[in-house]
């Protein structure tokens, strides 16, 4: 048994959630799931980042307090996490206390490393961003990832010696001692500490942004975005309380996984680890980074009305659909579409034909010849078949290619599907009862089995699927068969 702690990123909280952040909470909820299956001790963090300059103006244009603001949007996140099924463990709040002492001790431990120095600044700030660039950076006069211009700001803030680790930080990742995956975004993070980080802004004056967590060493500035955001791994672990138990046992002692957005992927792999190696703290083990998502093949808009709504989705097509197309659909690391004409045509194709329709025949067939007692093994082919399929469905966890262990369950169902309509036991049913439940009891315990492997990615169906064949909590035979239920009705 190993522990794991896996955590997403932190969601600003200036709007509402969207689909993107929604395809982060389950792929973690997935790889959280399996590793529980597994067996290991698994921690999993998600939580909201509730300090800065967009919180601050956000607030200000609403007329009301940051905090109130903060209040109203997290719940929202707080409820995606429910609407979602997402088996998270804690939520962090970065305006909660526990995290503001953490912050504050992971502070003084950098500055006592003699990494952190006070100057004067002047350069061009991305509200956005939440970030100063450099003028190459920009396209046109404006920050490409917001297509706004940057502020020009003069300011004495404290700043961190990043400069200081991109030797450090390049080792770790050729090292393989925080693994980044997929392999591009690797060599992407590569390139830019190989040519040397600059140092960065860890605090802004409060006359500019009172909103955010005091810096312990000078009454007059916050800490900054990062140094505040990112350290929410560990304090949601309880680092800077007085109880440090479970950072120790999953910080300390286990395998750390963060999963992340490709935008944000310099700051997990370049500033996080150097924020940790100098308060001699142990780096992430594992970054995971996923691509964005596009609508109807544009990009997301409220003024093109193509925005997905996660609660909407929810509501009108159900969690695992949800989670099911965007496991499926979405080749993890890379970018992909959300179309509704292709919700619907895997959503029939997989869920209500290859899975739902094939536990209602079989179910319907062995409740004619009144089965009430059950087997736990498969026949040769059967076993075969599902051993390879739970090989593969393993090794692209192991992999993180989600999209591939995903697949591989419904290979097996597609598999067994053209085998009952070879078999055709319902033939058999009148003259050759034995041998036809002899064949049923097969494909039923085949059912309970690709049950299992297919819980973590869709946890719903698993349990409804449970009722159906009258398992217990741990997946065991009970005596008889439960209710038909159509798992997934057929749309046109």
Request: contains cysteine; aromatic residues 10%; hydrophobic residues 35%.
């Given at each position: ?32 799931r ?13 939580g ?71 100057r ?51 080792d ?27 140092d ?11 909103w ?53 992927l ?13 308060a ?77 329709n ?86 039923l ?11 973590p ?36």
């Open positions: 048994m190993k522990n794991i702690y896996i955590t997403t990123s932190i969601a600003y909280v200036n709007a509402a959630p969207h689909i993107g952040f929604a395809m982060e909470l389950i792929e973690a909820d997935v790889i959280a399996w590793h529980r299956q597994k067996g290991n001790n698994v921690f999993f963090l998600t909201t980042d509730e300090h800065g300059t967009k919180i601050y103006r956000t607030a200000k244009e609403q007329g009301i307090s940051p905090q109130e603001l903060c209040d109203h949007n997290a719940e929202k996140f707080q409820e995606l996490t429910k609407a979602l099924n997402i088996s998270n463990d804690d939520f962090i709040r970065t305006t909660e206390e526990r995290h503001k002492k953490g912050v504050q001790k992971i502070w003084n431990k950098i500055l006592e490393s003699g990494v952190l120095e006070k004067s600044f002047k350069g061009l700030y991305c509200a956005g961003c939440e970030a100063f660039i450099t003028e190459k950076e920009l396209v046109d006069g404006k920050c490409p990832n917001h297509q706004k211009e940057p502020e020009e700001l003069s300011e004495e803030n404290w700043f961190f010696n990043l400069s200081k680790y991109s030797k450090i930080v390049t770790l990742i050729e090292s393989k001692k925080m693994q980044i995956l997929p392999d591009y975004r690797k060599n992407e993070i590569l390139t830019v500490a190989k040519k040397g980080f600059k960065i802004s860890f605090t802004r004056p409060k006359e500019v942004l009172p955010g967590v005091d810096v312990p060493n000078d009454d007059e500035q916050v800490m900054y975005v990062w140094c505040d955001a990112l350290s929410n791994y560990i304090t949601g672990l309880g680092y800077g309380s007085e109880n440090e138990e479970l950072f120790e046992e999953f910080w300390e002692n286990g395998e750390v996984i963060h999963l992340i957005g490709k935008d944000i310099r700051f997990h792999a370049g500033i996080w680890p150097s924020m940790l190696t100098s001699k703290l142990k780096t992430p083990d594992k970054i995971l980074v996923h691509g964005f998502l596009t609508s109807e093949g544009q990009k997301m808009s409220k003024s093109l009305g193509n925005v997905v709504d996660p609660f909407e989705t929810v509501e009108e097509e159900g969690v695992d659909a949800l989670r099911f197309y965007l496991l499926h659909e979405v080749p993890f690391g890379r970018d992909a579409d959300f179309s509704k004409f292709r919700f619907t045509e895997i959503k029939n194709a997989y869920l209500a034909d290859s899975l739902g094939l536990l209602q025949r079989v179910h319907t067939l062995a409740s004619r010849l009144e089965i009430n007692e059950f087997k736990n093994e498969l026949s040769p082919d059967f076993e075969k078949k599902f051993q390879e399929t739970e090989e593969k469905m393993n090794k692209a966890m192991e992999e993180y290619v989600l999209h591939d262990a995903i697949s591989a369950p419904f290979e097996f169902t597609n598999f067994l599907n053209k085998e009952i309509n070879t078999i055709e036991p319902w033939k058999l049913m009148k003259s050759e009862s034995e041998k036809a439940k002899e064949i049923l009891l097969d494909f315990e085949a059912l309970r089995r690709v049950n299992i492997i297919l819980e990615f869709l946890p719903e169906t698993a349990e409804k699927i449970k009722k159906v064949l009258n398992l217990d909590k741990n997946y065991n035979w009970q005596s008889g068969l439960g209710e038909a239920k159509i798992l997934f009705p057929k749309e046109k």
